[in-house]
């Protein structure tokens, strides 16, 4: 109760210390030169604003490359970008979940703030086992999903600067079909993994989604959250999971310490069968600029092509 209360007394401390600058209402002339000036949260949202806005959008993302979203905390200025923008666009389903009361009172306070995954329904969510009544947050490794998203965003676009909804409707369109693209690739890369090996062992659970869509069992090491470490037991569990279905493969993530699924590693090992590290993948937040990653679709490409590669194996 206290850790609650704390975090809400430093977002009403940081939105206090903001009150001063006024907001303007009145919809302003968009431009190329006076862009809406969107603040983000997640790097693939960043990149989906970019993309569905371009030329008219400034979008300034908060959290960076390889940046974990459960344990982020706003910062000072971060709250005053946000404060500063004309829309601010964050994933929502308690993925921020240490900026979930900033959101609620920057919305009270009129601020157009929008939660994207509020486009998916009822039954595009996956229940959490963890926590009864909540949702699994990591909806954009479901490629069909993420179009949803899109969606939304170029509807927030078009809402918000309604002079270039051609513009943006056109951006939309485009991006629909790399998508549609890139949603039949990965079944064809999927089915190329023997179907008793179809089993993705990673640090958390950001790809139960993934999992759903494609056809492939998921077990995560920490759970939907990556804010609770894994017990013994846990690890203890996955090691004889790993070892009695002779999976080949299992995969850390960029944003999460390895350390968890070394561990199984070596469980595994002492159990007598051999298992390799299939390399790192992307779960909560985009490559760093300059890599294959530095995309949401870029980003997809790479953990499908390890996925299959470490699971392919010997035949
Ligand atoms: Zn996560």
Not at 95 to 123: C, H, S, W
Not at 183 to 206: F, G, K
Not at 237 to 252: C, E, G, Q
Not at 282 to 302: F, I, K, Q, W
């Amino acid at each position: 109760m206290c850790r609650l209360f704390c975090v809400f007394s430093a977002a009403s401390l940081f939105l206090t210390s903001c009150q001063s600058s006024t907001r303007n209402d009145a919809p302003k002339t968009v431009d190329e030169a006076n862009p809406i000036q969107i603040v983000v949260t997640t790097s693939m949202i960043a990149d989906l604003a970019a993309v569905i806005g371009a030329p008219f959008v400034d979008v300034k993302g908060l959290m960076g490359p390889n940046v974990d979203p459960h344990l982020y905390k706003a910062s000072e200025g971060d709250v005053r970008l946000m404060t500063g923008a004309d829309l601010v666009l964050y994933s929502g389903l308690h993925l921020e979940g240490k900026m979930v009361d900033i959101f609620e009172q920057m919305e009270q306070r009129g601020q157009k703030v929008y939660a994207l995954t509020n486009a998916l329904a009822p039954e595009d969510l996956r229940e959490s086992a963890l926590f009864v009544g909540n949702h699994d947050p990591h909806v954009w490794f479901d490629v069909t999903l993420w179009a949803k998203v899109a969606k939304r965003v170029g509807e927030l676009l078009i809402e918000y600067d309604p002079s270039h909804a051609e513009q943006y409707t056109a951006n939309l369109e485009a991006y629909l079909l790399q998508l549609e693209e890139l949603n039949s690739w990965i079944y064809t890369e999927i089915e190329r993994i023997p179907e008793n090996r179809r089993v993705l062992v990673t640090s958390h659970d950001a790809f139960g989604y993934f999992g759903r869509r494609y056809g492939m069992e998921v077990r995560g090491l920490q759970g939907l959250s990556t804010a609770s470490e894994a017990g013994t037991a846990d690890v203890q569990n996955l090691a004889t999971f790993v070892a009695d279905r002779k999976i080949p493969s299992m995969f850390v993530e960029a944003s999460i310490s390895p350390r968890g699924i070394e561990a199984v590693l070596a469980a595994v090992r002492d159990r007598g069968f051999e298992v390799q590290i299939g390399g790192t993948l992307y779960g909560d937040a985009l490559g760093s600029p300059g890599t294959n990653a530095d995309s949401y679709l870029g980003m997809v490409r790479e953990n499908v092509r390890l996925i299959a590669d470490g699971l392919i194996g010997e035949q």
